[in-house]
Structure formats: structure tokens, C-alpha cells
């Protein structure tokens, strides 16, 4: 079994900065993509970042110049730093791991962590 668990999550004040981390553990040999989503009250859970196990990265246009992923691939962690922090990025954020299995890829989600930007 595989595990994801999240962590940097907190109360900021707009303009400010968190640092999100998310470890895995459990059953992998590899993790190919890791990413980021969230999920605002009322709202569907979007993409925010994504990064391969290569390094290249994707944003969501809305985070692009503020957000930073990353990841360090020996100890399976994904990192989001956040920076400039708007109202409208409070949401639920979750980690998300694409593990190949043979053929096929297994997805595993983390359990979230609340991000709230207010004065």
C-alpha cells in the first residue's frame, strides 16, 4: 500500500508565504508524475502544479510566478511553495503520485491539508 502525507498547511495573512510538503512511502519502487490540486467550498478540485520525474514542470495560470513545485526523488517528496498568497487560494490542497505498476499506473491521493489567506 502507498501512502501520501501532506503537511504546511496553516492560517497566512494575503501576501504571505507557505511551504507544502508531501511524503510517500509504503510500495514504490518509482513515482513518475507528483502534483498538486485543490479544492476551494463549492468549487471543483483543480490542478495547481504537476512534476515529473524528469523535472519538468507544469502551473495552473492563476498560481504561474507565485507557486513553485518540486521534488526529491530519492525520499519520494514533493514540495509547493507558495508565494504571494491571495484570498482566492484558500482551498484544500492535495498531494496526488502517479506510481507505475508494470503496464499500468496506479494514482494515489493524500488526504489534504487547509490552506486559509486571510487578514
Known amino acids: 500500500q502507498v501512502q501520501l502525507v501532506e503537511s504546511g498547511g496553516g492560517l497566512v495573512q494575503p501576501g504571505g508565504s507557505l511551504r507544502l510538503s508531501c511524503a510517500a512511502s509504503?510500495?514504490?519502487?518509482?513515482?513518475?508524475?507528483m502534483s498538486w490540486y485543490r479544492q476551494a467550498p463549492g468549487k471543483q478540485r483543480e490542478l495547481v502544479a504537476a512534476?515529473?520525474?524528469?523535472?519538468?514542470?507544469n502551473y495552473a495560470d492563476s498560481v504561474k510566478g507565485r507557486f513553485t513545485i518540486s521534488r526529491t526523488n530519492a525520499e519520494n517528496t514533493v514540495y509547493l511553495q507558495m508565494n504571494s498568497l491571495k484570498p482566492e487560494d484558500t482551498a484544500v490542497y492535495y498531494c496526488?503520485?502517479?506510481?507505475?505498476?508494470?503496464?499500468?499506473?496506479?494514482?494515489?491521493w493524500g488526504q489534504g491539508t487547509q490552506v486559509t489567506v486571510s487578514s
Open positions: 512534476i515529473t520525474s524528469g523535472g519538468s514542470t
Open positions: 496526488n503520485a502517479d506510481i507505475p505498476r508494470g503496464v499500468i499506473t496506479q494514482n494515489y
Open positions: 509504503g510500495s514504490i519502487f518509482s513515482i513518475s508524475a
